[in-house]
Every structure is written in C-alpha cells, then in structure tokens.
C-alpha cells in the first residue's frame, strides 16, 4: 500500500493537547495494512478503510484541529488534539490513503464477484431446489465477499460491466440461508403450480398442500412426518411420480424401501397401476441385502428356514439347549444361573418406598425353584437353598399358636421346616439394625423383638438371617451353618433332579426362549461374544449378565454352524454381509433417490446400511416418511431416536409434516394427541381431522367382565352403525382375544376382527374396542420388565415411563375412524386409564351404567405402599376394603356399616365416601381400631373393636362420650389426634 510522504505514519497527540484539547481520548493513532489503529492508554480502537464513509474532514480549533472520520453505518468518531501545522497534510494523507487501499480492495474483488456470479447462476438459476451443502459450499467460498458490497459507493471503484454481477449476488451475500430459502420458496411454489394437474390425479384425491410441498422439497435428507391416516403412502407414490415428471431422475434410479413384504407388494402395485411404470424399484431391507449379495457373489443367498419363522428357531434353540445339558460344565453353569442369576437383585435398602419395592417385585416376579411366589429376592436365594440341599420347607405357613390380635395378624414365618418343627425368619435389616427407608423402623424392630419373645414363650427354634449378609455374600453360608447347628440334615439333589424341576416348572424352556431373542439382537447388533461379555461387565448386575452370555455362545456357536452347515443365511446375515460389501465398495449404487417408508421403524444396522449407499453417490437424496409417535418395535431393535435426532444421523435435513388425517375425527384426535405429548421427547405436532364432529368419541366401559363390556360395546355400536361396520377388537396380548363366533352370531350386521394392538398398526376399522386396561405385566401399559441382557443388545430404553408402551396405546385409539370404547376393570386400572379419567380428557366416562358395570375408577390411595388403591373385598366376617398389591401389600381398612362404601379419613373419624350416607366411625387414638358404642354395668361407653376378652393381645380403651357430629367440621388427622391424647 501506498501512502503520501508529506504526512507522519504514526502520530502521537502532544502532552499539552491531551490534557486540553476537546475529542482528545486517544494517545496516538498509526497507519496499519487495512485502517487506522487509534491508541487509547492500554486499549485500541482499529478503524478499517472499508469502514469509512464520505471520508475524513477537518474541524479547525483556536489551538488544534480535530480529524472527523465518517464512517459507513453513519457514526462519527473525532481525533482532536492534532497540531495546526500538520493537520490539513494529515487529513489529505489519510483520505488518499483510504480511496487507494479501496481501489485496489475492488479491483482484487472484480475476479471474485465474477466467479460468484458465474456459479450462483449456475446453482441459484430457479431450475432446481438449492440444497444446505450447496449453498453452505457457495457462501464459504465468496463469503468474504460480503464485507466489500456493504459499501453504498461501492460502485465507484468497480467497472460498469460488473454491476449486473454484483446485484445478482448482493442479496446473496447480504442475506445468507435467508435468501436460499425465499428462492427454494418460490422455486417449489412454481413447481407445485407445474405439476398442479399430476398432484391432483396421481390417487383416488388430490393430494393435500402438504403432501405437495413435502414431494416437491428436495434437500439432500428430507423427513417427512406423517400423522396416523395422513396418508403417507399417497405421499410417497407422489414423491416418485414427481422426480419421474419433473425429470431429476429416472425410474430405475430410484429405490423404494419397506419393512414388510405385505407393504413393499402394496406399494410396487400401485406404482405400476398409479403412474404406469415398471422399472422403478421397490424392496423390503432383507430383499436389498439379498440383491446386494448376489450381485457381488454372483449367486442369490439360500434363506434359512429359521429366518422366516421365528417358532422354528426358538424350537431349534431349545433343543440345543437340551443337548448341551448333556455336558456337565454347560449344565453346572445353568444349574448356577437358575440359583443364583434368574432374577434381578437389587438390595431392599435401594428403594425409597414401598410401592417401589412391590412393582419390582411384581415386574420380575421372583419365584423359586418350587415355584413359590415370593416376597424378596433373598427369601427365593433361601428358598432354593433349602431345595438345593434337598430340605422340605413351607413357605409363609401359619405359627403354630394362633397370634391374631389387635396389633398382628396370624403370625406366618418365613419358612417352617416341618421335618426338624424349625422356624426361620429374614429380617430386613442391615448390619446396624437400621430398616430401609420405606419401612417404619420403630415398628419393624418391635416386631422383631415380639417374634422372637413369641418364639421364646412356646419354646419353639427359630433361626434368623438379615438383608446385610446378602450384602456381605454371606448369607447362604450362615444359614447353612446354623442349619446343621440345629443338627438339620443336608441331601442336596443332584443337577439332574434340579433340572427335572425347572423343565416341569417350564422355566428351560422359557430361559431358551430368552437366548433365541438374544441371537437375533446379537446378530443385528453387530457383535462378537468377547464384546458382549465387555458390555456385561459394564453392567450393574455385572455376574448375571456375565453368567447369560456363557450359557448364550455356545447355543450360538451351535446355530451359526447349521447355517454353514446348510449353506444358507438368515435375514441377520443378509444385512450385516450387504452393509459390508456397500462400504467396502464392492457393491455400486445405482440409486440416485432412496425413499423409505415407516421410517419410524428403523434400526441402527438399517440406518447403517442407507447412509453406505447415499455415501456412494454425493448428490443422492433420502427421503423418509415415518411418525416418531407411532414407533412401537424397540423389541426387535427399532430405534426411535433415529427419527428424533434425524439431522444429527444423516446430516442436513428438510422436514415436512402432514398433518390432516382423513381417517379418525377431532375428538379422538384430540384425546390420542394429547395422550401422546405427554412425553415431551416426542416431535410437537397438530393433527388436524378432516371429520369433525361435537360429541365426545371415547367412551370408557367400566366392567371386571370382557364379556360384559364387549356386549356393552358392541350394543353400542349396532344402534348406531352402517350395515357391515367394521369393528376392530385389539388388546395388549393376543390370550385376551375372545370367541368371535359367539360374538358374529350375535352381532351379524357387523365385522368383526380380533387383533394384538402391535399387529393392528397400518390398520383401521369404523370403531374400535380395546380390551385388557388392567395394571400388571400383562395389562396396557404392560410392566414387564425386559431382561438386562437384552437391554444391552436392544437401542437405550427412553427416560419417560412407559414411553413405547403409550406410543403404542396411541396406535390402538388412532385405528377408529368414529368410536373407541376402552374396557377397563375399575379395581385394576392402569395408569392410561388413570390419567385419562384423572386429568379430565374429554371421554365418556359414565356411558355405561347398571348391573355388570363398576361405579368408578378405584380412587382411594393405600396408605401403607402408595402405589395400590383400597377396594371392596369380601370375607366371611363382612366387607372391608384392600389394597390392589395384595399380596405384596397386606394392608386392609374397613368398609361402610351401612352402605359398603369407602371410608375416608377426617380428623379422629372415618366417614363414608358416599355422599348419599351419612355413616360416621370413631377411631381408637391407641391402635387405630374402630370405636363401637357398648353397655356396661355403669351404662353405655365406647369401647376399641380390638378388644378381645382373655386373649393374648386386645386393645382395652374406653372413652364415656364422643361426639359424632364433629366430624363434620374436624380438620385434624387421626395420628394429630392420637399424640394429642396420649
């Protein structure tokens, strides 16, 4: 850079100057390649030659000058303090200085702006959709461009001929993503227009605006999100008629992907009948891989039989695993898995509630060797002891006094062994004496000490064992040593009659069926079993996953030998060897646009195998239709965050949403949507009916009985249905489908059709009836626990509960195109139906009404566990009421006198829940028993229920008078009540 010799390059301002000159905030200011850098003690201010306006002019002082720079956004910055004699030189200086450094700036930018001209026209000319890496790869190379054009007299300095270049890029360059995104707007508005004519006839109706929209927008990854009935297989056929009609590709370079063969026959039908062409290809992901094999190898795979039934191998892998018991290691490890790894251990002391405690019970159902429903994990690890060593005991068998009283029940020990009249008992307590948190400490250990003092007053033996020796790893062999202390006898049962026990208590069986999932999920993964002993090791329950995967590889090892064996592969094999020989190179795609339908449905290796094909060609496109809401296969290694995280997986995305479903109304849309973003990691979408419809569409059926609601529903429906309605009857498991000939003979007018809730998705019906709304492991949502070690091999289960679980309820209410009635046990609801009726979804609740239907949903919380609710019971002494855990929650309340209703805590009493009664019970202040009214010799008092003449425990308060009236105005609580009295 040039710059005059009459003018300094650095100028100081004089001490006199700063201290009295007007604008004299800088020190110095000096010349550097591109500005002026002003100095102000320790900071800098640096003014760049682009940044200057109109230029710099002098304002004259009566001692010094001040240098005015105008700069380009309008701002003024001054320089005073400049000495008379050099300031006219110096302004004239820096102002030619300026005009030159831009003169030569433009001129370096005229190759610039006629590169970017040149290749935006190219790009940017209207004819195609601009995608993310194009644009990104355009601006990163003439993005230094936009500094220069912000200048308004920027022209000046340019040859005239470059003005039509430079106006064609400045929005451009001013604009950024922006502009790409007006010009792609316009550009699939013009298209849309275009093909106006194909959109409205491709299918039976025109397509919707957003169907359009999402055929026409072509970004390199496009995810389409397609509401339940939206029609998401019109869109695809319009997507492929589109790129066909507007010539961006050809038939034979397009793939079409489906799950299931059903689904891939569908849609190849209705390329063929819709837009009349042959040669578009369309494929399941295993007939892909199939095709890819035999095009590098030359010859088709042969498909095992196993891959096509999964009866079969679950068959095949259970005779294995009966063969291999014949080895003596391979049966001692599954002896030792049986004993020790067959349920999940998790210390007592780890859960804060009871209720906690009790699902994980109830999830895993801990039973023993005997086959024993049993409360702990460390009752069954002595329960089976006790079997091992061939030791007859009973379990929870009643004390041989009877015990009942005010403040204990029957008293039933842990185990009794009735051949040596010993008693044992576990106490869940730690080495300490301290009870887990959920556990009332004060009471545990009084029970403690009365069983032993019961134990000691009939002289009967009793041994104890504790929750912190299973902790320690010593539990078994205390028990044992205090067994043969008490002179027990051991004769432990050989492996074989172990054996014998598990396979007529079906649990081989069950364990094979285990290790069957296991091989697939083992194969889509990926691994080897080296991998999946280090993933075990990772694990919490780091030994019973160790002891699954040594039992799992030689079962294994037996299977991948019948496929060499046999020369065939299963549909495993054909996508891990594809996504080989796609990465590898050795297979070449043809396929410039890939188009994937239920995409939803993905799994990782599926995933894996689409981006090595898109790798193989740079400007290839993806285009996948699916809904995050309607994911319900994790089981068979589906993973949902591959649709949620789309972008984070392919790369720059494009997503459209449809979102008006031609199948079911407002009403059950709305219940079905709100139920579904109850999980805030689902993708926020509104579905818009196109029926609509005032009436609420859901109706509840409150009934212990299926076939009491079935006939309530299907009554329902024949008054009000089209001749030949179609009905479809879904539930969580396929055991709840029920006799639909009885059902067709009754109710001919209508179609009738049974089907699990997961074999229902793609369906729809005019009204369906969902059976089977019960809490438990085979309920809606179902809690059963899926087991660790094919947690490890399956995608990470979501934080939310029961996420899968309500995707799932979702596709079951969003079959129905009028009507869903929902069939629900009231005693045993399930949190779905809790939450529908809790939070005041807009359903019917109170539709149904009489004999064989319930009143209301259980409502009354159970005080001991906090997770059951009180409901009616009956026994031979009257009604009462108690808890839906039972018997994991022994804990009971008693009923109405009057009218069997609940009753509700207020103050020192318990009132009757219903409002039609006016049943008032006292409660004792000592034991919580109930206070009757009584006569004596001295006339009538109120005495406690748990009074028991000459009986060993008996609660003998009295009080002469209590005033019943006041429970209608007592605010505070029975245990408030009680530590005031006493």
């Known amino acids: 850079m040039k710059r005059a010799s009459t003018y300094p390059l650095n100028y100081r301002i004089g001490r006199l100057a700063a201290l009295l000159a007007a604008h004299s905030d800088y020190d110095s200011f000096s010349l550097v390649k591109d500005g002026i850098l002003l100095n102000s003690g320790k900071s800098q201010q640096r003014i760049s030659y682009l940044s200057i306006g109109k230029g710099i002019d002098l304002e004259p002082g009566f001692f010094w000058d001040v240098l005015v720079i105008h700069l380009e956004n309008g701002k003024i910055t001054r320089i005073g303090g400049i000495r008379k004699k050099q300031s006219q030189r110096l302004q004239a200086g820096l102002n030619q200085t300026a005009r030159h450094y831009l003169s030569e700036f433009f001129q370096r930018m005229v190759p610039g702006i006629q590169a970017a001209s040149r290749q935006a026209r190219v790009l940017f000319s209207g004819n195609r959709y601009i995608r993310k890496a194009v644009a990104r790869q355009w601006m990163h190379s003439y993005g230094n461009l936009a500094k220069g054009i912000e200048r308004k007299d920027m022209q000046c300095f340019l040859p005239a001929d470059m003005i039509q270049d430079l106006e064609f890029i400045r929005p451009l360059l001013n604009h950024g993503h922006d502009a790409i995104e007006r010009l792609n707007e316009s550009y699939v508005a013009r298209q849309i227009e275009t093909f106006k004519d194909f959109f409205d006839g491709v299918e039976s109706n025109p397509l919707t605006a957003n169907q359009r929209l999402a055929c026409v927008i072509d970004e390199q990854h496009n995810l389409v999100l397609a509401g339940a009935g939206t029609g998401k297989t019109s869109t695809m056929i319009g997507r492929a008629g589109y790129l066909i009609k507007a010539r961006h590709a050809k038939p034979e370079q397009i793939l079409m992907l489906a799950f299931a063969h059903k689904a891939a026959e569908e849609m190849d039908e209705r390329i063929r009948s819709k837009l009349g062409i042959e040669t578009l290809t369309v494929k399941t992901f295993h007939s892909l891989g199939k095709h890819i094999i035999a095009q590098v190898e030359g010859a088709a795979p042969a498909i095992d039989k196993m891959a096509e039934d999964e009866h079969l191998r679950a068959r095949f892998v259970d005779q294995q695993v009966q063969c291999l018991l014949q080895d003596e290691q391979y049966k001692s490890r599954v002896v030792a898995y049986f004993l020790y790894y067959s349920f999940p251990y998790r210390s007592v002391f780890e859960f804060k509630s009871l209720g906690e405690y009790n699902n994980y019970i109830l999830e895993n159902e801990i039973r023993t060797l005997q086959g024993e429903l049993v409360k702990s994990y460390e009752e069954c690890e002595i329960a089976n002891f006790l079997y091992r060593q061939g030791i007859a005991y009973q379990y929870e068998a009643n004390y041989q006094v009877d015990t009942s009283g005010p403040d204990y ?574």
């Open 409 to 982: 029940r029957v008293y039933q020990p842990d185990f009794y062994l009735p051949d040596y009249d010993i008693y044992i008992e576990h106490f869940a307590v730690n080495e300490h004496n301290k009870t887990p948190p959920f556990i009332d400490q004060q009471n545990y250990l009084a029970g403690m000490a009365w069983k032993r003092e019961l134990h000691e007053k009939y002289k009967t033996r009793l041994i104890e064992t504790y929750s912190y020796q299973k902790q320690q790893g010593v539990l078994t062999q205390s028990i044992e040593q205090q067994l043969k202390e008490a002179g027990v006898e051991f004769h432990p049962l050989p492996s074989n009659e172990l054996l014998r026990q598990l396979n007529q208590l079906g649990q081989v069986s069950q364990f094979s069926q285990l290790l069957a999932q296991m091989l697939g999920l083992f194969k889509a993964a990926g691994l080897d079993i080296k991998r999946l002993v280090s993933l075990g090791q990772q694990h919490e329950d780091r030994d019973r996953m160790r002891a699954a995967a040594f039992l799992f590889e030689p079962v294994y090892e037996v299977y991948q030998q019948h496929l060499r064996d046999a020369g065939t592969i299963d549909f495993d094999d054909m996508i891990g060897r594809a996504i080989e020989y796609v990465e590898a190179g050795q297979y070449r795609s043809p396929y410039s646009y890939i188009l994937v339908d239920e995409f939803q449905d993905i799994s990782s290796n599926r995933a894996r195998l689409v981006k090595g094909l898109l790798n193989q060609n740079p400007d290839s496109g993806l285009f996948c239709v699916g809904d995050d809401w309607q994911s319900i296969y994790r089981f068979t290694g589906s993973d949902v965050t591959i649709t949620k995280e789309f972008e984070e997986n392919f790369g720059d995305t494009a997503i459209s949403i449809l979102d008006r479903t031609f199948r079911f109304n407002n009403k059950i849309g709305d219940v079905a949507s709100r139920f579904v973003m109850q999980n805030p990691t689902q993708i926020a979408k509104q579905i818009r009916s196109h029926a609509v419809t005032e009436q609420a569409a859901v109706s509840l059926i409150k009934t212990n009985s299926d076939q009491v609601g079935l006939n309530a529903a299907l009554s329902a429906i024949s008054g009000k249905a089209l001749e030949n309605a179609s009905v479809l009857i879904l539930a969580r498991f396929n055991f709840r489908k029920p006799d639909l000939t009885q059902w067709r003979r009754q109710y001919p007018n209508l179609k009738l059709q049974f089907m699990s809730v997961h074999a229902s998705k793609g369906k729809e019906a005019d009204y369906v009836i969902v059976l089977g709304l019960e809490k438990g492991k085979n309920g809606f949502p179902s809690e059963k626990s899926t087991h660790p070690v094919l947690d490890l091999l399956l995608p990470p289960a979501e934080a939310f509960p029961h996420a899968e679980e309500r995707r799932l309820f979702y596709v079951a209410l969003t079959r129905a195109r009028h009507h869903v009635y929902l069939v629900c046990d009231a005693e045993k609801a399930s949190v779905f139906v809790r939450e529908l009726v809790d939070r005041r979804y807009d359903i019917r609740v109170d539709e149904f009404t009489g004999e064989g239907f319930q009143d209301k949903i259980a409502d009354i919380p159970c005080r001991a566990c906090g997770t059951g609710y009180m409901v009616p019971r009956d026994s031979q002494y009257g009604s009462f009421f108690g808890c839906t855990q039972y018997p994991l929650c022994t804990h009971t309340e008693s009923a109405c006198q009057w009218c069997g209703g609940g009753l509700r805590e207020k103050g020192r009493f318990r009132v009757c829940e219903n409002k039609r009664c006016d049943y008032v019970e006292p409660v004792c202040p000592k034991c919580g028993g109930k206070m009757s009214l009584r006569k004596g010799p001295y006339g009538q008092f109120w005495g406690c229920s748990h009074y028991r003449k000459g009986a060993e425990f008996s609660c003998s308060h009295i009080e002469q008078f209590i005033d019943l009236k006041a429970a209608k105005y007592s605010s505070i609580t029975y245990k408030e009540y009680s530590t005031r009295l006493n």
